[in-house]
């Protein structure tokens, strides 16, 4: 079929991770910049042999970087054009959240439509096991890593962002992803009526999937393929971070790792020499996020965000979740992971279908903001090996409160990209109303009890309902409360909260 000239598609997808070398001084490892520009590098050789990709770099008007968190830059869209010897018009510089790869990838697959736009990279990178391991040093070596002048121009702000919590819940110890994301689990546990054991044997089999794509992927950061025995055992190296979560339940973010994407117009892939081989067609999408604070959302453990936009992207796409071949579902923590699948109609444990090309946060890598900039660039690589079939990637932001979803494929849209925002259909749910400084009794909604670097529970947090459905957030220390909040199922009691949050659960 004939492509419309304007026609955004994806032609270059590279992928750098710099595992351990103890061996090598850690000053002399790549910081995050270093690994954006050996990313970009690798995806312009993905674009086809000979200069075909550096051909279409020198003609990238726009360097949009997904925000490093693990190193301060001023732009680091400037600092890898300059090390490329590259001139765009532009640098922009992605907000917090998992989702901005996605969102980012999105927003210049609209510009290239529009054509405002022929040629822009998208590019992350995080190296945080380096700046880990120099503080674990005794000697506390001093990484030689790029500090741009003050005079540097600011890059173009992309996407928008604000406090991820409202003071209530910081004082609860609402701050931490780990802290947070234990208590969706629980949701899901107390929903689906499992007893302890069952639930986590469950959610360790799920992993234990996701372990054995990572040990398939060159890129992933551990290539060991582990049981779910192995995910769920608690022992000294996997000990418990935030019940019901193991350590190996955890995004692992201490990570050195780049990625990558070349965006252009069909017209400028032709005019370069591009191999159709290498296309992959960003098909639709859409987003929206979550109720923003965790206080109003009305249940914790679903997300309706993802569900609205799951069904307006498949819709603009004009396929349903059973075309589907290829997931990429956003996998911080096992509950993003049943989130999505619940809100898309998905069964993650579908032996057809994995429900990740890469093998997630925990194994794969979780590169902060990055992530889903290398399960793009793997979702590319599968598509590639499967002409015609359609991949689903999503993303999320903060406390499963922002979320995207994207559709790829080899064949090309019947019509233009379309991306929508479906704000509007998930503002006009239900929320609940804050409980702050209720005193008296309640209802345990759900709950997570953190443990200290020894694996010794020290305290939970409670979210509770009052008897006219407000919410409120409480906090117990008491550890014979603890511990039997670990074995057995503590939704549905009640619990007597103070006004400082101090909760007696009976």
């Not at 604000?162 to 701050?175: A, H, I, S, Y």
């Not at 107390?190 to 398939?216: C, I, M, N, P, Y």
């Amino acid at each position: 079929m004939a492509i419309d000239p304007r026609t955004p598609v994806l032609v270059g997808a590279g992928q750098v991770t710099v595992r351990p070398e103890p061996e090598r001084p850690l000053t002399e490892r790549a910081e995050p910049a270093d690994l954006m520009v050996q990313a970009v590098q690798a995806a312009a050789d993905d674009c086809g042999s000979g200069d075909v990709g550096r051909r279409l770099l020198q003609r990238a008007a726009s360097i949009r970087v997904v925000l490093p968190l693990s190193w301060h830059y001023t732009n680091p869209g400037l600092l890898v054009a300059e090390r490329l010897g590259l001139e765009p018009a532009e640098t922009v510089l992605g907000s917090v959240g998992g989702n901005t790869p996605l969102t980012l990838a999105a927003a210049t697959a609209r510009d290239i439509a529009g054509g405002r736009l022929d040629v822009a990279v998208v590019v992350g990178g995080e190296a945080l096991h380096t700046r880990h391991a120099a503080r674990r040093q005794t000697d506390r070596p001093v990484l030689p890593w790029t500090t741009q002048p003050a005079d540097t121009p600011a890059p173009v702000p992309f996407g928008a962002d604000r406090e991820p919590t409202t003071e209530v819940e910081r004082d609860r110890g609402l701050v931490l992803p780990s802290r947070v994301f234990p208590l969706f689990e629980i949701a899901l546990r107390a929903t689906a009526s499992d007893g302890v054991e069952e639930h986590q044997a469950k959610v360790a089999a799920l992993w234990a999937r996701f372990s054995a794509v990572a040990a398939t992927n060159p890129y992933a950061w551990s290539q060991q393929r582990l049981s779910a025995e192995d995910i769920g055992t608690v022992r000294p190296d996997n000990r418990w971070v935030t019940f019901p979560y193991t350590k190996l339940m955890n995004a692992n973010d201490h990570v050195d790792q780049g990625a990558a994407l070349i965006l252009c117009s069909a017209a400028a892939a032709e005019a370069a020499g591009v191999p159709r081989d290498r296309w992959v067609f960003p098909l639709a999408g859409a987003e929206a996020n979550d109720h923003w604070f965790l206080t109003h959302r009305h249940q914790l453990g679903s997300s309706p965000a993802i569900a609205a936009a799951g069904r307006r992207a498949l819709e603009l796409a004009g396929a349903t979740v059973d075309d589907v071949a290829l997931l990429d579902l956003y996998s911080c923590f096992p509950c993003a992971v049943q989130m999505g699948a619940e809100a898309l109609g998905i069964d993650p444990m579908d032996p057809a279908r994995p429900p990740t090309v890469t093998g997630g946060l925990t194994f794969a890598g979780g590169p902060l903001n990055n992530y889903v900039t290398h399960s793009i660039a793997t979702m590319a690589a599968r598509l590639r090996q499967q002409p015609g079939a359609l991949g689903l990637v999503t993303g999320l932001g903060w406390y499963a409160t922002k979320h995207a979803v994207g559709l790829w494929s080899t064949d090309p849209p019947p019509q233009s990209f379309r991306w929508e925002s479906v704000q509007a259909e998930v503002d006009a749910l239900p929320q609940r109303a804050p409980a702050s400084g209720f005193e008296g009794l309640a209802t345990v909604e759900t709950y997570a009890v953190a443990h200290d670097r020894d694996g010794k529970p020290e305290q939970a947090v409670l979210a509770l309902l009052t008897p006219d459905g407000r919410r409120a957030w409480g906090t117990t220390s008491d550890l014979d409360t603890l511990l039997r909040l670990e074995e057995e199922e503590g939704c549905g009691r009640p619990a007597r909260i103070r006004p400082d949050g101090r909760t007696d659960v009976r």
